[in-house]
C-alpha cells in the first residue's frame, strides 16, 4: 500500500532517552541512521541523565524525578512513550502512523525510560504507546532500533528500496 506525505514537509524527531554513556557501538549504529534521515525528517538523542538510587528513593521517586526532565526535554511535542505493554506494529504500520505525524503539525518526542522505566504518568498522558518488543532489551539496542526503524519507515513513505516486502 503506497504511502502518501502529508502537506507539512518538515519533522523533527527526538529519542529521548534515560541514560548516558553508550557504548561506542550503539553511538556509531545510531549515528549511522540518523545521518540517512533526510532534511525533512531530522532525529536527534537527547540523553536524559538518570536519577541516582539512594537511600530512600524508591523506583517511583526515580522515576517522578526523571520524568520532569523528560517533560522539559518534549514541550508540546507529540509523546510517543516506549513500554513493553504499548501496541507492537509492523514496520509498515509504523510508516502510516510517521505520516501521519508529517501532517499533524507537531514535532515527535518518543520516550525510553531508565533502568525504572517510564514513570506511570508519563504513559497514562502519551499520544501513543509503542512496545518495539515484549523482551526486555537493553537501552543501547532500543536506541539502535528506533534509530532503523524510523530510517526504515520514512523508506517506505518515500519509495526507497531499503525496505522490502
Not at 109 to 136: F, M, Q, R
Request: charged share 25%; proline share 4%.
Amino acid at each position: 500500500m503506497p504511502l502518501e506525505l502529508q502537506a507539512r514537509t518538515n519533522m523533527k524527531i527526538r529519542i529521548i532517552s534515560v541514560g548516558h554513556k553508550m557504548p561506542t557501538w550503539v553511538e556509531q549504529a545510531c549515528a549511522e541512521y540518523i545521518k540517512r534521515m533526510p532534511r525533512e525528517a531530522t532525529v536527534d538523542i537527547i540523553e536524559i541523565k538518570p536519577d541516582k538510587r539512594a537511600a530512600g528513593k524508591n523506583a517511583n521517586v526515580v522515576q517522578e524525578a526523571e520524568a520532569k526532565r523528560i517533560l522539559e526535554a518534549c514541550g508540546k511535542d507529540f509523546v510517543v512513550a516506549l513500554d513493553e505493554r504499548g501496541a507492537e506494529v509492523t514496520t509498515l504500520q509504523l510508516a502510516e502512523r510517521m505520516s501521519s505525524w508529517l501532517g499533524n503539525g507537531r514535532d515527535v518526542c518518543l520516550l525510553v525510560g531508565g533502568a525504572d522505566g517510564l514513570h506511570p504518568d508519563i504513559k497514562k498522558n502519551a499520544d501513543w504507546l509503542w512496545s518495539l518488543s515484549k523482551l526486555t532489551l537493553p537501552h543501547g539496542m532500543v536506541r539502535v532500533v528506533l534509530a532503523e526503524q524510523l530510517y526504515r519507515a520514512w523508506s517506505v513513505i518515500n519509495h526507497h528500496p531499503y525496505h522490502r516486502e
